[in-house]
């Protein structure tokens, strides 16, 4: 049962299958499943800061890209996802965030994916982009800079906390 134990928590440690576990975790916390990509990225990027001397290693570098692409992936599959289905009709019964997410998606426009990050509304902005056909090009840019915008705020708040 140890052996067992060691061989699992050891497919922990090699940096390949932590990379695809981030990648994993973050393209799935970008869709509608939960995936903490937050804890994740934490996790891997503290193993890395306290073994490395520098904060921006290749490894870091290569975990932020991998956390970023995979975040960034999760929310292009919402926004396509919703360019294939009609936007619904909001009614008084639509809920509060639903609305909340259209009114600033139509009033800032494709601007508002910077903040696709954001838990619950987030993957609104993502499927609202959809639904508005925002332009393709732009939603992949926004997104994916909003996205590596707070994995840098994180890593960087890893590394003060770290240090």
């Known amino acids: 049962m140890i ?51 520098l904060a921006f290693s290749r490894e870091i570098i290569t975990l932020l890209f991998i956390a970023t692409l995979g975040n960034s992936l999760g929310s292009l599959t919402t926004y396509f996802m919703a360019k294939l289905i009609p936007p619904p009709h909001l009614t008084e019964k639509s809920k509060p965030s639903v609305k909340w997410a259209l009114f600033y998606s139509q009033k800032y426009g494709v601007w508002v994916l910077l903040f696709s990050w954001l838990p619950i509304v987030g993957d609104l902005f993502c499927g609202i982009a959809g639904w508005l056909r925002f332009n393709v090009l732009q939603t992949v840019c926004l997104i994916s800079l909003g996205k590596a915008i707070r994995y840098l705020i994180l890593l960087w708040s890893i590394n003060a906390f770290l240090s």
């Open 3 to 53: 052996d067992y134990l060691i061989s699992f928590f050891g497919i922990f440690s090699s940096t390949q299958n932590q990379l695809l576990i981030m990648f994993a975790s973050a393209f799935l916390s970008a869709t509608i499943l939960p995936g903490n990509s937050e804890i994740t990225f934490t996790a891997f990027a503290s193993q890395l800061l306290m073994n490395e001397s």
